[in-house]
C-alpha cells in the first residue's frame, strides 16, 4: 500500500528566484554586458550549476508507505504469531553537489541546454511508530515468554525492509525521476528566459535512462537507526 504525493520543497524556489535575480540584477545594473559581451548562455548555465551545488541537496518526491508483516515461532509444542501494520515515508533526493560543470552542455545549433543528472537517492524510511499497529494470538507461549517481544523485533526488521523494497518499485522511481527532472530543467530554463533566451531549451537525463536498467543509491536509515528514532519522535510527542 501506497501513498505518494509531490513535495515541493522550499529549496526548489529558493533556487529559481535566486537564479533569476541574480540574472535580472546583472541585466539590470550593466554587469552582464560589461564581463560577458552580451548574456551568453553558457555563462548563464555555469551561474545556475554553481547555484544549484551550493544548494546540496534537492528532496524532488515524497511517498508514504505501509507494510503489513507476519512472524510466527514454535516452543514447547505451542504456536505464537504477532502482526504488524507500520507506515513509513521515504525521500526521493538529488546530490547536487555532484553536478559537474562537464554535465552541463550547451548545443548552439538547437538551443538546448544539456544537463546530466545524478542517480536519485533514497533516504528513510522515517518509520511513524505511533501510527503502528501490533496485535496477535495470545497463547500460552506468549504468557510463559518473551515471545512476543522477539516476534514484535523481527517484525519491525521485515517491515523496514519491506518499506525500502516498495519505495524502489518502477512506479515511484519514474515519478521521482520525473519530479526531480522536472524542478532540474525549470532551474535552469528560467534564468536563460530571464535573459532573453526564449527558444532555449533545456533537456535533463538520468545516467540510465535509453537502457532497460534501473538504478538508485540506497542511503536509506539503516533498521536499528530507524526504529531509534521512530521512538525517540513518539517520545517527544507524548511528552
Given at each position: 500500500m501506497v501513498e505518494s504525493?509531490?513535495?515541493?520543497?522550499?529549496?526548489?524556489g529558493a533556487i529559481i528566484v535566486a537564479l533569476i535575480l541574480g540574472v535580472l540584477l546583472g541585466m539590470t545594473s550593466g554587469v552582464v554586458d560589461r564581463i560577458f559581451g552580451g548574456p551568453n548562455p553558457k555563462t548563464i548555465a555555469?551561474?545556475?550549476?554553481?547555484?544549484?551545488?551550493?544548494?546540496n541537496r534537492l528532496i524532488a518526491f515524497v511517498a508514504r508507505y505501509v507494510s503489513v508483516t507476519t512472524s510466527t515461532t514454535s516452543r514447547f509444542g505451542f504456536d505464537a504469531k504477532r502482526t504488524l501494520i507500520l507506515p513509513g515515508d521515504v525521500r526521493y533526493e538529488l546530490d547536487l553537489s555532484k553536478l559537474q560543470p562537464e554535465d552541463v552542455t550547451w548545443d548552439a545549433s538547437s538551443h538546448t541546454l544539456r544537463v546530466q543528472?545524478?542517480?536519485?537517492e533514497l533516504a528513510g524510511p522515517e518509520v511513524d511508530l505511533s501510527a503502528a499497529q501490533e496485535y496477535g494470538e495470545s497463547g500460552v507461549l506468549s504468557s510463559l515468554t518473551n515471545a512476543d517481544q522477539q516476534l514484535d523485533q523481527a517484525n519491525r526488521a521485515k517491515a523496514v525492509s519491506d518499506l525500502r523494497k516498495q519505495a524502489s518499485g518502477a512506479v515511484p522511481m519514474r515519478l521521482a525521476r520525473e519530479a526531480a527532472r522536472q524542478a532540474v530543467q525549470r532551474s535552469f530554463a528560467m534564468p536563460l528566459l530571464a535573459a532573453g533566451f526564449k527558444d532555449a531549451k533545456v533537456v535533463?537525463?538520468?545516467?540510465?535512462e535509453g537502457t532497460d536498467e534501473t538504478s538508485y543509491l540506497d542511503v536509506s536509515t539503516p533498521y536499528n537507526e530507524a526504529i531509534a528514532e521512530a521512538e525517540r519522535r513518539?517520545?517527544?510527542d507524548s511528552r
Open positions: 504525493r509531490l513535495n515541493k520543497p522550499l529549496a526548489i555555469s551561474a545556475s550549476l554553481e547555484s544549484m551545488r551550493a544548494q543528472l545524478p542517480e536519485v535533463a537525463k538520468f545516467p540510465t513518539r517520545a517527544q
